[in-house]
């Protein structure tokens, strides 16, 4: 342990050295930043990213200097240290670039799919072979090859995403690589914990530079770096683990920027514009326009950020209290998004989907009261029982009135059925109204008339289920009646053909 922390000083101290000289440097190639407070805009260098890595490996390049036990693990551990090389060089090269000259999204993502595919190349330590938290092994190599390039794009693509106020992206780092240097200290994973160790402690003394009001951004060349280095060892200590829950918790760490991330996704959806339009509604953005400092907003995500840090590294020996832990971890988030910082998609989002939950569960009720009502309609014993059931419905749900007349007959004489009108109907006139033919022998012998008031709203009942269950039970008692007038009919008509004496 003692090794880790001096580790974790020596690359602190290198920060501390190395920034302020990347800060000139950002200074002499312009790549300066704009404030993300709204202070006035002020020539504040990027680059900052560069300053950490630097310190990383001067902290790692320490440990060689020295010959030791540290020294030998970390020669030994050399092979899984190599595929990383390539794969991060092609995302720092890239951050620089944008720093520099700028990019586009379809440019960024290209450059971090082929990243994350190449890294997945060089073997299974740094491949998703199980779904995170149930576990389950993937047997699809394309399956695991898409896992894996989303999981690297889309946490590199969150800390790039959330690298919008002072120290914020370097700060969540730091809480993240902790967490991961935590999981792999538990399960003795020392290549995982000197990398997380030097990586710490250079994130810690670049914050010093870094924190509001800062004097050197982390930029494209820090966020998307650190992001995709951190994802590719989430994945390389969760591969080389055994059980279920420790596969997860590193993922779990992660929770801040990659929620920020979907709620991003999310919100931009649901107001119909672009994914990757840039916007000021990021989760520290909200919580400047509530009237929290840059400083203070940064703090409040640093809580959360460790909250879910020690939460995830709990899971490890608290599996009989996973679900309870998991429970207060998503309530916190839940408070973060719904009563802090009260984004208007997702409370629109959330009332739309109460109102349809709400109006779903009324509609099911009135499709089973029509369902039974058809039974009623076809137990009646006679054509106005029917009728008397078929109101009764049509009063339930919320018609003003409904006519049934009748035409045709045999005889010349149409039953008759009282029409109904609901004790407070609307007028006829402000009422929509829907005729339904009704058939009966070889052809229509009337129709059935509903009307109902505009102001009444939506319906929640399906139309088509009225129609298809409770115009059959009607016709079928139409049917009944018709055959036996028109049978009654038959026998009067030869009656009178009959000679009188017969």
């Known amino acids: 342990m003692r090794t880790y922390v001096a580790l974790f000083f020596a690359a602190a101290l290198l920060a501390l050295l190395i920034t302020p000289l990347v800060a000139a440097l950002g200074r002499r190639l312009r790549a300066f930043g704009r404030p993300h407070d709204g202070r006035e805009p002020s020539p504040v260098p990027r680059l900052g990213g560069l300053a950490v890595i630097l310190a990383a490996l001067g902290g790692l390049g320490v440990t060689l200097l ?46 971090q799919a082929a990243a994350a595919a190449l890294l997945w190349w060089t073997g299974p330590a740094y491949r998703i072979t199980a779904v995170p938290v149930f576990g389950n092994p993937l047997d699809s190599m394309m399956l695991s090859l898409l896992m894996t390039v989303l999981w690297m794009a889309a946490v590199s ?43 710490a402690g250079a994130l810690l003394g670049f914050l010093k530079f870094n924190f509001a009001p800062a004097r050197i951004y982390l930029g494209d060349t820090g966020s998307l770096s650190l992001g995709f280095f951190l994802a590719a060892l989430a994945v390389y200590s969760a591969e080389k683990s055994s059980t279920v829950l420790a596969i997860a918790v590193p993922y779990a760490a992660f929770g801040l920027p990659v929620l920020d991330t979907v709620v991003t996704v999310i919100r931009r959806f649901l107001s ?75 409370g629109e989002f959330t009332a739309y989907v109460s109102r349809s939950v709400q109006s779903q569960r009324w509609i099911l009720a009135n499709e089973i009261m029509i369902r039974k009502t058809a039974r009623e309609m076809e137990a009646a014993e006679t054509l106005e029982g029917s009728w008397q059931a078929l109101a009764s419905l049509l009063e339930a749900l919320d018609f003003d009135a409904a006519d049934c007349g009748l035409s045709g007959w045999p005889n010349g004489s149409a039953p008759r059925l009282a029409a109904w009108r609901s004790p407070v109907s609307a007028a ?75």
């Not at 030994?76 to 595929?83: M, Q």
């Not at 690298?163 to 902790?178: K, M």
């Not at 939460?311 to 679900?323: A, D, P």
């Not at 049917?479 to 009959?498: G, N, S, T, V």
Request: hydrophobic residues 50%; contains cysteine; positive net charge.
């Open 272 to 346: 119909n514009k672009p994914i990757f339009t840039a916007d000021r509604n990021h989760t520290h953005h909200r919580l400047l326009k509530r009237g929290l400092s840059p400083r203070k907003a940064a703090l409040l995500l640093y809580a959360v950020a460790a909250a879910l840090s020690i939460g995830s590294l709990l899971i490890v020996h608290t599996t009989r209290s996973l679900i309870a832990l998991l429970a207060v971890m998503a309530a916190i988030l839940t408070w973060l998004l719904t009563r802090l910082l009260k984004y208007e998609e997702l």
């Open 66 to 111: 020295f010959p030791g036990q540290v020294r030998e693990r970390l020669l030994s551990e050399w092979p899984a240290l190599v595929p990383l090389v390539v794969p991060c060089a092609m995302v720092l090269l890239l951050g620089i670039y944008d720093d520099l000259k700028g990019t586009n999204a379809r440019q960024k993502l290209t450059v």
């Open 428 to 502: 006829q006139s402000d009422c929509l109204l829907v005729s339904v033919p009704l058939r009966a022998g070889a052809g229509t012998v009337g129709g059935l008339e509903l009307w109902r008031a505009r102001s009444k709203g939506r319906s929640l009942f399906q139309f088509t289920s009225l129609v298809e269950r409770l115009i059959p039970a009607l016709e079928w008692h139409l049917q009944r009646r018709y055959e036996a007038d028109e049978a009654r009919a038959r026998m009067e008509q030869a009656a009178a053909l009959r000679p009188a004496g017969d």
């Open 157 to 199: 693509n969150a800390f790039n995403l959330i690298d919008g106020l002072d120290g914020l992206a370097s700060g969540i780092g730091f809480f993240v690589t902790l967490s991961v240097f935590g999981v792999a200290l538990v399960h003795g994973n020392q290549f995982v914990c000197m990398l997380t160790a030097v990586l």
